[in-house]
């Protein structure tokens, strides 16, 4: 798949099918995941792939939007780790990018996937640092569900040019 067609194409899956996502294809988009830009190239981000259906069940008791996990047979969390970016506002951005690229992985390689935030809800962060048991110094940004989707979602056609300003507002 070409980069504009997954960018165009990708879309918030809630409905998985229960066919397990390949370890090949787990590796590729935890490469891609790495491959995102991050601020001052510190690559401060960690991950934790989760397969095993105690954890995901798990995960919607701490994650209000987290439901799609009773479907969905892969979950990536991503971290920051303050260790290897002590600014919170890069982590946040590093792993957002890291995130962006999960999606887009997802999507070339025939998955589906959804964005569910963690960062900066205190409620959240707290809950899922307890569930895996975070060192301190890891912060948890962002939780993807990903799987072989079972819903189609139509291209919302979200192109606003009102919304583009060149050299000026």
């Known amino acids: 798949m070409d980069t ?12 998985y099918e229960t066919k397990s ?24 981000w960690q991950y934790i792939v989760i397969t095993d259906r105690s954890v995901l069940n798990s995960l919607m008791d701490v994650h209000p939007y987290a439901q799609m996990l009773t479907e969905a047979t892969l979950a990536v969390l991503v971290c ?6 002590p600014n919170e506002g890069y982590l946040n951005t590093n792993c957002s990018a890291s995130t962006q690229n999960i999606l887009l992985a997802a999507q070339a390689l025939g998955l589906g996937s959804v964005w569910l935030g963690v960062y900066p809800r205190q409620e959240r962060m707290k809950s899922i640092a307890g569930l895996f048991k975070l060192p301190e110094h890891v912060i948890p940004i962002s939780l993807i569900a990903v799987g072989y989707a079972a819903e189609t979602k139509m291209d919302p056609g979200r192109y606003m040019p009102e919304r583009v300003h060149y050299n000026k507002w």
């Not at 504009?4 to 409905?15: E, H, N, Y």
């Not at 920051?80 to 970016?85: I, N």
Request: net charge positive; aromatic share 8%; glycine share 2%.
């Open 4 to 15: 504009f067609d997954a960018i165009f194409t990708r879309r918030s899956i809630r409905k």
């Open 21 to 44: 996502v390949e370890q090949e294809k787990i590796q590729k988009l935890l490469t891609a995941a790495m491959y995102a830009p991050s601020a001052r190239n510190t690559q401060s």
């Open 80 to 85: 920051g780790d303050k260790t290897l970016e």
